[in-house]
């Protein structure tokens, strides 16, 4: 009877502890914390107000926190950064229509920009930042577990949170991400207009290129505002003829700065090394045009400096030259020359030429975001439209930008001394608004464009 109690005890401590079916449950959990929660939740929380798709990231940061399990604290660390920084990276990406080698080529140009001046990027970064702090405490822990069934069921969570992902954003599909598909019809507004048929050496021809105008879609007021102070100007109706279309788009600025220059889909990164003859620049050129691009930022940002010339501009002026001439400086994530001051440059430029000019000007202010103060006149946006302010506020902003530059430009071309010119101005890319409110209110696919044509340049020739 007194062996009794030994045995029992020592047969209880031969079995398998079941404390360690709660160890693995307890590895799980933390893993899920990290991996799936914690790595995803930042974007997540975007998805009741808008944001690109990331199902395949979040598919692909589940199998490296499993692969990564078993690993070192270091490693376990600068993965769960590293695939922080990626989905980051593709989420941007995704907003400015940007691949994720066209972004990382981009971030050379990084220290040209001002992020501080937004508090959307300022907020951004905190948030990042902290989830990276808060990963340094969770990876800590022990995250391995071996059960298949505790594998499959890990699989099967960051699965189902990507066909979630997938269904939030299925209202939004063809808003990111657009990249020409091969054999992509081509189309532009230089083309569609009849634009480039006018340089017959009588007269100049400018080409306006306007940061992230996009094409309204469904909205009245936008569709109003669009180019009003140009087309409800008596003095600029009375001297041009007007025409409007929309052209499509892929990708961003540099993109539809290729497109309208050099007819085609395409960047620009092929053109730093070489030239193209068959761009609207160098042809113009061949046929004696003076070629000048204009740009409110600096020369090195995307390497203006450097592929301009290779399709044929042979003057440039940037941000210096006009702060120079005169124009304010206005602020924002970009900061350069006030796109308002512009016209009259151009105006000056055109008169004082002594032969046919082909003049491109890119435009800036209207960059997203655009902030308030720091010099760029929106802070009352409402002189614009109330209803613009009320409903879709960061619209107004950009909306203020557009109308004090076609304002600008209605007074200098309206002007009895300004010499005869074909004016067309064209959007690059629709403007890339994370939220779905705002983005939404915008074509996905096109952008608008609107043709000035002289007047006398429909008039019949005499014998």
Not at 75 to 86: C, H, K, M, P, Q
Not at 148 to 163: E, S
Not at 399 to 418: G, H, T, V
């Amino acid at each position: 009877m007194g062996g009794f109690p030994v045995t029992t005890l020592t047969a209880q401590a031969s079995r398998p502890p079941f404390w360690g079916v709660d160890e693995q449950l307890k590895r799980f959990g933390h893993w899920l914390l990290i991996w799936v929660v914690l790595a995803n939740i930042g974007f997540a929380i975007l998805w009741f107000s808008g944001a690109p798709p990331r199902h395949l990231d979040i598919v692909y940061t589940g199998l490296v926190g499993l692969v990564v399990m078993r690993a070192s604290f270091w490693i376990r660390y600068t993965a769960f950064v590293g695939s922080l920084l990626y989905s980051t990276l593709k989420f941007v990406g995704g907003l400015f229509n940007l691949n994720i080698s066209s972004l990382l080529y981009s971030l050379q140009f990084f220290a040209e920009i001002k992020p501080a001046n937004s508090y959307d990027y300022i907020g951004a970064a905190v948030a990042i930042l902290a989830i990276m702090a808060i990963g340094w405490r969770l990876l800590k822990r022990d995250t391995h577990f071996s059960r298949p069934l505790l594998i499959a069921g890990a699989g099967g969570l960051f699965f189902t949170l990507a066909a979630v992902d997938l269904w939030m954003g299925r209202d939004m599909r063809g808003h990111y991400f657009r990249a020409a598909p091969a054999g992509a019809t081509f189309d532009s507004a230089t083309n569609s207009s009849g634009f480039v048929t006018r340089a017959d050496g009588k007269r100049h021809l400018i080409l306006i290129v306007v940061e992230a105008m996009g094409l309204p879609q469904g909205n009245a007021e936008m569709s109003r505002l669009m180019f009003a102070p140009l087309l409800q100007d008596k003095a600029v109706r009375a001297k041009f003829d007007f025409s409007r279309g929309s052209s499509p788009y892929y990708n961003s600025t540099t993109a539809g700065e290729i497109r309208e220059l050099c007819g085609r889909w395409g960047d620009y990164y092929d053109l730093v090394d070489r030239k193209d003859d068959a761009c609207i620049p160098a042809k113009l050129a061949a046929k004696g045009y003076d070629t000048l691009a204009m740009h409110s930022f600096t020369p090195n940002f995307f390497a203006l400096e450097k592929w301009y010339p290779n399709v044929g501009f042979q003057h440039l002026a940037f941000k210096n030259d006009m702060v120079a001439e005169g124009s304010e400086k206005c602020g924002g994530v970009f900061p350069g020359a006030c796109d308002r001051d512009i016209p009259r440059q151009i105006s000056a430029r055109l008169k004082s030429a002594d032969k046919p000019t082909f003049l491109y000007w890119l435009t800036l202010n209207s960059h997203l975001p655009v902030p308030a103060g720091l010099n760029l006149n929106v802070d009352n946006c409402e002189r614009v439209s109330p209803l613009l302010k009320s409903e879709y506020p960061q619209i107004c902003r950009q909306f203020a930008i557009y109308d004090d530059i076609f304002a600008a430009l209605a007074k200098e071309i309206a002007a009895s001394d300004f010499p005869e010119a074909d004016i067309l101005i064209v959007g690059d890319h629709m403007p890339p608004y994370f939220d779905r409110h705002h983005r939404t209110q915008f074509d996905p696919a096109k952008v608008p464009w609107l043709y000035l044509r002289h007047k006398s340049a429909t008039q019949p020739q005499s014998n």
